[in-house]
């Protein structure tokens, strides 16, 4: 069974800084892996999603990294701004479920 | 367009009652499913559906019914709600099934149930 384990759990960090998240996976036969962010009392809305073939993906000051082999993937946030306090979940979607099993989430609060 | 839209936002029931949460998306996304997101349980499954006419159960479907009878609508049935069933829950939908060459997974902004 897939377990999706997401450190820290929450960090605070002072505007500006450059963070990583982490995010590590038992099953390693996964087809791609996604992120998302989720603020208070909404939706999730996908961030990045990496296929099994790369090894990054970009968007603006984000940057996921994916080493599937060792089960882990890392979602690099630069310059950090207050508006991108929420929750981020990783997600690998594959193995021997083949459904998307989700991390309980880091907690990030970026203060002014 | 819309996205995915669940209705109702906000419900609370008696143990016992019965309701449907519904979800459409007008995207002509494949895949759809439903999941529950309870504090320190993360995201779990409940079912999903790959097409119309086919669905399948995830982690958690005991208590939860769902059809697909058409590419839009997934709607989630509690046939007799128990306050083990109280939480929040997501549709989400996605172009193709999940998979190798799956797509993103888009989500709705959640219903949030109550059962008494």
């Known amino acids: 069974k897939q377990e999706v384990t997401q450190i820290p759990a929450a960090l605070s960090v002072p505007e500006g800084e450059n963070l990583v998240l982490n995010c590590s996976f038992t099953?390693?036969?996964?087809?791609?892996l996604q992120w998302f962010r989720q603020d208070p009392g909404k939706g999730l809305t996908s961030l990045l999603l990496?296929?099994?073939?790369?090894r990054e993906q970009t968007s603006g000051r984000l940057n996921a990294s994916l080493d599937k082999s060792s089960g882990r993937s890392t979602l690099y946030i630069a310059a950090s701004q207050p508006g991108d306090s929420a929750t981020y979940l990783c997600a690998p979607n594959g193995g021997a479920t083949n459904k998307l099993i989700f991390g309980t989430g880091t907690l990030l609060a970026v203060q002014p | 367009n819309a996205g995915v839209t669940q209705t109702p936002k906000f419900q609370v029931l008696k143990t016992g009652q019965s309701m449907t949460l519904q979800c459409a998306q007008d995207?002509?996304?494949?895949?759809m499913s439903w999941y529950r997101q309870d504090p320190g349980m993360g995201l779990r499954l409940i079912h999903y559906s790959v097409g119309a006419g086919i669905t399948d159960q995830g982690e958690v479907p005991n208590g939860y019914n769902v059809s697909r009878s058409t590419t839009e609508d997934f709607p989630l049935r509690l046939l007799s709600a128990a306050p083990s069933q109280t939480s929040v829950y997501f549709c989400?939908?996605?172009?193709?099934?999940?998979?190798?060459?799956?797509?993103?997974?888009?989500f709705g902004e959640g219903s949030r149930l109550t059962v008494l």
């Open positions: 995207m002509n996304h494949e895949y």
């Open positions: 989400a939908s996605s172009p193709r099934p999940l998979g190798l060459n799956t797509g993103e997974l888009f």
């Open positions: 099953d390693s036969a996964i087809y791609n």
């Open positions: 990496i296929q099994s073939s790369q």
